[in-house]
Structure formats: C-alpha cells, structure tokens
C-alpha cells in the first residue's frame, strides 16, 4: 500500500537545483538581450540607468500575477511606486507593460518547457514556480546589466559573459558603481525663454542606441538598403514620396524619438488629408516646403477621400524601411521583433462586389476607343485625333499598345517594354515573350521588368493583331536598329519638336502623359467611360480588368487564366503539379490558351483596316494631342 502510494505521488515544489537551474537559464538568455547593444557606437551613452530600474519594476510586476492575466490593475502597478519615483519613469514603466513586458512575456507553455527539460515534474505549483524563478532570473539580468560600466567589465570584449560570475558581480556591487542602478529619469534643467530648449537625448527607452540622425537625413541610405536587403528593383520615386512624407507628418524627428504612436498619427493624418493634394519634395518644393500643419488641407468628402489602400501600401513600404532600421537605428533594446511595426495599423479593405475599386473596360467602349481617327484615319502629330484630309495611319505605341491590353491583357508597362527579340512570328503558334529585359531596366546594368516571377510568361498572338500587321510593325523598328518596339516612350531623342523639351519619365508613365489621357478623354466623349462609386474611370488597367472577366467562362480553367494574366497560380496541386507545358509540349499548350482566347475574347476591332507601316520622327511618335472641341489636359474626362 506505501509503495502505491509512493508511485502515484508527484510532489508539487522544485528542488533548489531544478530552481537554480531556470534562474540561470533565464539570468544567460536576459543577459545577452540586455548587453548587446553594447556593442554599438554610442550605446554605453545611450544606456540610462532608468531603464534598467523601468524593466526590473515591470518584471517584478508581471512575475505577481498569473500569466494568463489580460490586463493589469491600476492598483497592482501603483503599490510598486514610492517617492523616488518620476512621473516620467511612472509614464514609462505603464507604456513598458503594455508594449512589451506583459504577463504572457514568461508563458505557461514556456515554463512547462523549461520543466521538461529538466525532467522535473509537471503540475500546477511546479509550473507557477518555474514561471516564477523564469522571471527571477531576468530581474537579476537587468541588475547585473547597470553594472556593465563598472571598472570590472566596462573594458571586457564580451561584458555579458564576465556578468554571468557571480564572484566578479559581488566584488562589484561591494565596491560603489560608476552608475547607480536606479538613478532617477534626468529632469530637463530650465532654460531662459531666449534660449530653445534642446531636445531630450535620452530617448523614450524603447531603442538600444541614441541617433544623432533624423529620419529625412538618411533617406538615401535607406532607399539603397531596402533595394540591396529585399532584392528589390530601384526607387522609382514612389519610395521617396512615402518616406518624405512620414519624416514631414511626423515631425522629422532624430531617429531615436520615434514610437509606435507616430505611426498611428501618420495613418490618421493622412487619412485626414484629401487625396487631391500634391505634397511636393521635403523642404525644397511644394506643401513640403514649409513645416507641416493640418490647418494646411480642407476636409476630405466622400469623393475626395484618400483610399485604405493608399494608405496600406504606404505602410507596405515603410515596413521595409523599419525591418532595415530595426538592424540599427531602430533595434529594440530589450527583447526582440521590431519597435516600429508599420503593418500593426493595417487597414482592412472589405471587398464588395457590387462596388468594385477599378471599373473594367466593356466591348462597346472598347469599340468607341477604337473608332478614333487614330485607327482609322487622321492627322499627323498631335493631330492623330482629329480627322483631317487626306486621312493618314501612324504606327507607334499609340497605335499598338491600347490592343496589347485589349487582345492579350498585359499591363501598361509590360507592354510599353516589349523588345524586338520578344517577339516570334516564325512559328506554329506566333507569340509574344513577357520576360525582364534590359529596356525595362532600373540600373541600366541589370534586366529588370517583372513585377513578380509569375509575370514571366509566353503570350500567344491574337489573330487580330496579326490581321492588323503587327509582325510588319515590329520589322520595320527592328530595321531601324532599336531593341525596343516602342523607342519614343524611352530614347532621350524622343522630344518635343515644338518645345523643344524632352518627354517626361519613360515606358508606360511617358504613353500615359502623351497618348493615354488624350486617348480615354476622346473615348469619354464619345461614350462616358465605366467608372467607380469613388469616380475613378476605366484606365489601361482596367484592361486587365477586361481580359481576366471574358475568359472567366466556367469551362475555361483557372489556371489557363492565371497564366494569361501573370498570376500566381492557387492551390498547392496547380502550384507544383500542373506542368501542362512540360508534358504535352509548349505548342500544344500555347494552341489550347489561344483557342480559348479566341473563342472568348469578343474582336472589337473588325471595322479597323489593315494600314501600311508608316513611323513618324522619332519625337513626334504617339504625341496624339485632343480629340475636336476637347482638351484633356485642362478638363480631364469632363
């Protein structure tokens, strides 16, 4: 009967090795976050006392309350308080337990690990003692931590190490540390009311270092970074503008003063700013010249009120910019993870399908678009609009770029960036090769191009850009001896015979300036164009739009049309799997995706005659100018 008893009887306390032996764990793993910061230029200034005494109260709180705890009391926080306390260490300790040290920081999981480990038993008093001696062993961390300046480590290669002897920290806490251990936050001295105030180099504690740096002033810097660590194409501006305007909202503060509430009031404060504003360039141009100020914009209505999305991909790229800083500028001095998390303050973007964000293109205006004298006849540059006598036919990306979205669903720039060598007409199944190239370069030294690895794909030829004599075309540039089919939307001799000026940017954006918004403002007048509750009107991309809803026939396969459009296939089967192209050959995969675009595609170009290739100078190429009676630039679509 005893030795039943014996057997069925676990005791519920820790040994003192089993204690000591969490304690230490935890002392070494605590240690090595709280020290190594050290190494970093300008640390040991940055590394108040205050914080360690901060950390050890939040800790000591923590480790009285159970961890499954959800919030803290007042009155639990409140009794660890005594006169020495500041106001600024009480703000401070109430953010450290709401951001980082929280009840769940020691878990229940992670004391049951650490218990079998240790075979130690495990039930509910091991459990609690274990998380207990876990957090013990980070309050002792942070102690031994504010003696790293002490004479016996201060000039040691690795002060953690030498902090885990306990012979060597008692020496040290008999002898008087450099640095009390629990010195107050410095009050800021009072100044003249001539004299400004400087700015508190102590930070807020949530970063292992102090900056001398401000936000706008390593922009660059960080713009080379995020393109070298996420394998990234260069800026193209849109980077730039993002960055610029979170340093104007927020202050442009050094980068140590950052925390996550700047990020909050940037999400808010853009959000309050209409979407029709420009802000210009940070300190040199525009709303960005002067310092920022809310009273600057009107209330946004329902119209003129920024996207969600806008805003999510703002926070898209600055999560790029914090993972490059949080390496440095922006390292956590406790623990790990990043400070600065810029996808915390995502925004949600319901889908409704009854109110879509961008309006899809439809056969009718698609064939009012191509009922334009451009295409069947007009006048010469800047007059391709107009008709005019006797009637004439250019061919340039004004011409071919509009049916590139119409008959084969690319995106504005995947077709403004087609090579000559793309092309293949001498084949069973004419195609079109969307792949990166050296036109569509960022760094002039490397293909660039592709917005993503699916984009890359083979593109069989609609039997109506062949009808309308696209191979002619492309032969007649190839005789010229440019790479590109479309020269004037990249070459520097592209420019303005009237001003004199060059054209601005390059691909896609420079054929939306001169013939895209004459293009769908001459369409417009002929047929309102599609538009969204917001008011956005069918653009170039809607055209993608178009291709995706024609082939989204239920007999047509997914993954057909994922592969027409550039998207990343679904499900793990299509993914790794379906290797049509492989098995049966290119030829036979390319006849069935043209056989179903032909079969779904409605043709709305059959009233356009096949023209002779005729190619205007190379500066007044795809220059359109305004339908009669309109002008696209000053009334846009009206």
Request: proline residues 6%; glycine residues 6%; neutral net charge.
């Amino acid at each position: 009967m005893t030795m039943l008893i014996a057997q069925n009887f676990e005791r519920g306390t820790l040994t003192i090795d089993e204690q000591r032996s969490l304690m230490r764990q935890a002392l070494e793993d605590e240690l090595a976050h709280a020290t190594r910061h050290l190494a970093l230029p300008g640390a040991r200034e940055a590394d108040d006392p205050a914080y360690r005494k901060i950390l050890i109260a939040a800790y000591t709180i923590v480790a009285d309350v159970p961890h499954d705890t959800a919030a803290l009391t007042r009155e639990q926080i409140e009794r660890h308080f005594d006169d020495s306390w500041s106001d600024a260490e009480r703000q401070l300790l109430l953010k450290t337990l709401t951001l980082y040290i929280t009840p769940m920081c020691v878990s229940r999981s992670e004391a049951q690990d650490a218990l079998k480990a240790l075979e130690a038993p495990v039930n509910e008093g091991t459990l609690a003692e274990a998380r207990r001696m876990l957090l013990s062993g980070r309050i002792e961390a942070q102690r031994r931590a504010s003696l790293a300046d002490h004479p016996l480590f201060v000039d040691r290669d690795v002060p953690a190490h030498y902090l885990l002897d306990d012979a060597l920290v008692e020496q040290a806490r008999r002898v008087e540390p450099i640095r009390p251990s629990l010195a107050p936050v410095p009050t800021p001295v009072a100044t003249s009311p001539a004299v400004a105030a400087q700015p508190d180099d102590s930070g807020n504690c949530l970063f292992a270092k102090i900056s001398t740096v401000r936000f706008s002033e390593q922009i660059d810097e960080l713009l080379e970074m995020v393109v070298d660590q996420f394998d990234y194409a260069p800026d193209n501006g849109q980077r730039r503008a993002v960055f610029e305007r979170f340093a104007w909202i927020t202050g442009d503060k050094l980068l140590h003063h950052y925390e996550p509430a700047d990020i909050q009031n940037y999400v808010r404060k853009m959000a309050a700013i209409p979407a029709t504003y420009r802000f210009g360039e940070l300190g040199k141009a525009g709303l960005m010249a002067k310092t920022f100020n809310e009273a600057m914009f009107d209330v946004p209505t329902d119209e003129t009120r920024r996207s969600k999305r806008t805003i999510n991909r703002d926070l898209s790229i600055l999560d790029k910019a914090s993972q490059v800083l949080a390496k440095d500028a922006w390292l956590p001095r406790y623990g790990t993870g990043m400070v600065m998390n810029f996808l915390a303050e995502w925004r949600k973007v319901p889908n409704d399908p009854a109110d879509p964000k961008r309006m899809p293109w439809t056969p009718e205006h698609l064939r009012a678009l191509y009922s334009l004298p451009l295409w069947r006849g007009g006048g010469g540059s800047t007059r391709r609009l107009k008709p005019d006598s006797p009637p004439r036919i250019y061919q340039d990306a004004a011409y071919w770029l509009p049916l590139f979205g119409t008959y084969m669903g690319v995106s504005r720039e995947e077709g403004a960036g087609f090579e000559v060598v793309d092309f293949n007409f001498e084949c069973e199944v004419p195609y079109a090769l969307v792949q990166a190239n050296m036109t569509r370069s960022k760094d002039g030294k490397s293909k660039g191009g592709l917005k993503r690895p699916s984009r890359h794909r083979v593109m069989p030829l609609h039997p109506e850009l062949l009808r309308l004599g696209l191979k002619d075309y492309v032969k007649a540039i190839a005789a010229e001896g440019y790479d590109m089919i479309f020269p004037e939307l990249y070459v520097d001799a592209a420019v303005s015979g009237e001003r004199g000026k060059k054209a601005p940017a390059k691909g896609g954006r420079r054929f939306y300036a001169i013939s895209w918004c004459y293009l769908m403002d001459a369409t417009h007048g002929l047929l309102p164009l599609p538009e969204s509750s917001s008011g956005k009107k069918a653009d170039f991309h809607s055209q993608r739009t178009y291709s995706n809803s024609v082939l989204a026939d239920p007999d047509v396969s997914k993954s057909i049309i994922a592969d027409h459009m550039g998207h990343a296939r679904a499900g793990t089967g299509d993914r790794n799997y379906l290797r049509r192209a492989l098995t049966l050959g290119e030829v036979q995969e390319l006849k069935e995706r043209l056989a179903v675009m032909v079969r779904h595609m409605p043709i709305v170009t059959d009233h356009i005659e096949r023209a002779p290739v005729k190619l205007l100078h190379i500066n007044k190429r795809s220059r359109v100018g305004s339908a009669p009676g309109r002008n696209a630039k000053l009334k846009f679509c009206q």
